[in-house]
């Protein structure tokens, strides 16, 4: 059976932990490996987008937002300072294409770190992955208390409008959204302190709706409209100490194969399939 996800905490730890690229000046990276690319507004507001995986796009949008104890609502972290900042190749393919891109962003008492990595399939397969490493580091003198938000509009083949979502809260959290054809499923390290799947517009204005936002714990949405989910980790990080958050996305042409996963519970800890 084709494995269906992608576990970064242990196998690409080195990769997420290389040196930071060097700043170009520029806000949106787009990024390419073989048959996928995507887009990533570093301090646009639009985030992660257009995610196409041969021809096909699957995201709509997903980003970050954040709240620290100070805060009463939570902000989006394209609001917060950039600093270095770039786009590589890390995989020296053919075609030099960079796969990889980097931000530094510093807030009040923190910095937030964030590395994208592109990982694209051979060309037809309609297989990809998407690696995200989010490292925040209290650089203040007392405890930090910081709340995490990732939200996730999938919409698979192109189609917002029949996507089924299911989130199964176990170590580590796995998600998984599927139509008739595509699945998109997604495993994080560490576990989610909530969780929440619902309608994607409604969904989106728990942030920055000036109310402090804690998800509801809903691990089922659709089908039917427009369906997306959202995470929080929630932690408190003692002074000079880091909080990270590991994040592995798969799209890949197995519905039915999806389905058996969610029903059954089976493969949650499968490893990602190399190319060959």
């Known amino acids: 059976m084709k494995a269906v996800h992608t576990l970064f905490a242990l196998g690409l730890a080195g990769l997420f932990l ?31 987008n257009t995610w196409t995986v041969d021809a096909i796009t699957h995201l709509e949008t997903q980003w970050f937002w954040y709240r620290t104890g100070a805060m009463t609502d939570e902000a989006s972290v394209s609001t917060l300072v950039p600093g270095p900042k770039g786009a590589t190749d890390t995989n020296f ?43 925040i580091k209290n650089t203040g ?6 709340h995490l938000f990732q939200y996730t509009d999938f919409n698979l083949g192109g189609t917002p409008n029949d996507d089924t979502i299911n989130i199964v809260s176990t170590l580590p959290d796995s998600i998984f959204q599927w139509d008739s054809k595509y699945t998109g499923d997604t495993v994080v390290v560490p576990q989610a302190n909530f969780y929440e799947a619902g309608g994607a517009a409604a969904l989106l204005g728990l942030f920055g709706d000036g109310l402090s936002t804690t998800l509801a714990n809903v691990a089922a949405a659709g089908p039917g ?38 029903l059954g519970g089976a493969g949650l800890f499968l490893a990602k399939r190399r190319r060959g």
């Open 18 to 48: 290389a040196a930071a690229m060097p700043a170009t000046g520029a806000t949106v990276y787009n990024l390419k490996d073989d048959n996928s690319t995507i887009s990533v507004d570093i301090d646009g507001g639009t985030g992660i």
């Open 93 to 135: 393919d053919a075609n030099a294409d960079p796969d990889t891109a980097y931000v530094k962003y510093t807030g009040a008492g923190f910095t937030l770190e964030l590395r994208v990595s592109l990982d694209g399939g051979a060309a037809g397969t309609n297989y990809s992955t998407l690696g995200e490493q989010i490292t």
């Open 141 to 146: 003198a007392s405890n930090l208390t910081f």
């Open 225 to 262: 409209n427009d369906v997306a989910w959202a995470l929080q980790w929630d932690a408190v990080i003692k002074p000079s100490k880091t909080y990270q958050v590991v994040i592995g996305k798969t799209i890949t042409p197995e519905p039915a194969t999806m389905a058996m996963l969610v």
